[in-house]
C-alpha cells in the first residue's frame, strides 16, 4: 500500500551549523528545537569526517564507510517525520574529495562538519510516521 499527503509549506528555515557538529545529529536538534515534525531538509557545505552507507538488500542490515578526511558536501536532501514519537531525519549525502571523486549514501551519525548551511522546510499537515516494513525491513512510511 502506497502511502501519500498532500501538504503546503508553512515556514522555511535557513541557517547554518558550527565547525564540529554532528551533521545529523544537529540538524534533528534544528528541527526538534522549532518543533519541526514534517518537512524537507537541503544542505551544502564540508566536512571533516563523514560516515555514510548502503542497505544490504540481501542481509537487511546498513552497511556504513567512515571517511576520516575532509570532504565537500555537495548536496544533502532529506525528509523529516516520526518514528516511535521521536522526530528523525532520513538523509542521503553526496561528498567530493580534493580531485572531486564523488562518494555519498545513507547519512550516519558520526559526520562531523567543517561548515553547513540548510534549509530547512516545514510542512502543514498530519504526520508521517515510521515503523517496519515487512517486504523491506527499513523503518518505512506507514501513514
Ligand atoms: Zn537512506
Redesign the pocket.
Known amino acids: 500500500m502506497s502511502v501519500k499527503r498532500v501538504l503546503t509549506v508553512r515556514q522555511v528555515l535557513m541557517g547554518r551549523l558550527q565547525r564540529g557538529d554532528d551533521l545529523l545529529m544537529s540538524l534533528t536538534e534544528v528541527c526538534k528545537a522549532q518543533g519541526i515534525t514534517l518537512g524537507q531538509v537541503r544542505a551544502i557545505g564540508a566536512v571533516e569526517q563523514a560516515v555514510f552507507g548502503s542497505?544490504d538488500q540481501q542481509s537487511w542490515q546498513y552497511i556504513f564507510l567512515t571517511v576520516d578526511r575532509p570532504l565537500e558536501l555537495l548536496s544533502l536532501i532529506g525528509n523529516i517525520s516520526q518514528r516511535d514519537g521521536d522526530t528523525v531525519i532520513?538523509a542521503?549525502v553526496v561528498m567530493s574529495d580534493e580531485e572531486c571523486n564523488t562518494c555519498g549514501g545513507?547519512l550516519a551519525e558520526g559526520t562531523r562538519v567543517f561548515a553547513c548551511e540548510y534549509v530547512i522546510e516545514e510542512f502543514f499537515g498530519s504526520d508521517l510516521q515510521r515503523a517496519r516494513d515487512e517486504q523491506t525491513g527499513l523503518p518505512l512510511w506507514k501513514g
Do not use: D, E, V
Request: proline share 0%; hydrophobic share 0%; no cysteine.
Open positions: 542497505y532520513h542521503h545513507h
